[in-house]
């Protein structure tokens, strides 16, 4: 049986209709984000806008931007949504990163489309899809899984591909700032980093880059830091099977052994040995 903490996304909600005091609150993470609107009354608040929704609208986020609905609680309002990190995408290999599916939220990093009665068609098919093999301990639904997701995101490249031509968004400093640290991690993630360094080489103060990256996401700048890193094993683990856990450990960035593992029993739910071992038992591809 595939734990939960084998589930590609960080939240996934299908067809939802409850309200959680957490999402109707305006709120920030540095996950992206996918969200459908299937019914309802609501106005979304994406920044500094307000967008008056209608059933069939999608809207895609860099997380960054602070959001969150303006529920009227009169009607059902329900909505599909899941947030996922970037560097995900590596599970669907070389080829089919040639055309890259991140651009439009790299791009645009907002933006809300509203879908022609064809198109809304497509991407209910493709949202039920994912949520058909979501949850499933099928290794062939899991590759479908996969599929399913990045056949979403080519449907959301191809629909925004005017729009990335001329993209002329604007990003507040705060979102811009966070944005400089984040890819600073990115690129040095497997390197011995500390705060004092990072914020030298981003010439930025450490004290407010600390209290802005917590502001602005919610986490610390080493959270961030150690899940990037703990996401990188787990992706190790699937596409390197012959790596040992040691392995794994120093070259997603983990200096000792022990705290790899208890980063990452803290994380994902279970021991690393016991993850490779079933990732061996029901591999993505």
Known sequence: MIPHSYCIFDHFYYKWNKLLAGQVLVHSHVQYEIYYFHGGRCDYVLGDRTIPLQPGDLIIMNGLTPHCPKVDRSAEYVRTMFSFDPHLVQLFGHNLLACNPLKPFETLRNHHIRLSTATKTECEDILSRIN????????????RLLAAFYDLLMLIYELCRGEMESARN???DWERYVQQIVAYIEEKYMEDIGLDRMASELHMNRFHMMKVFREVTGMTVFDYLFKRRIDQAKLMFHHCPDDSVTDVCYKSGFKHPSHFSRVFKKQVGTA??????????????
């Open 272 to 285: 690393p040995d016991p993850y490779r071992k079933q990732i061996r038992e029901f591999p993505f591809s």
């Open 170 to 172: 604007g990003v507040s």
């Open 132 to 143: 058909r093999y979501y949850y499933s301990e099928d290794p062939v639904h899991r590759n």
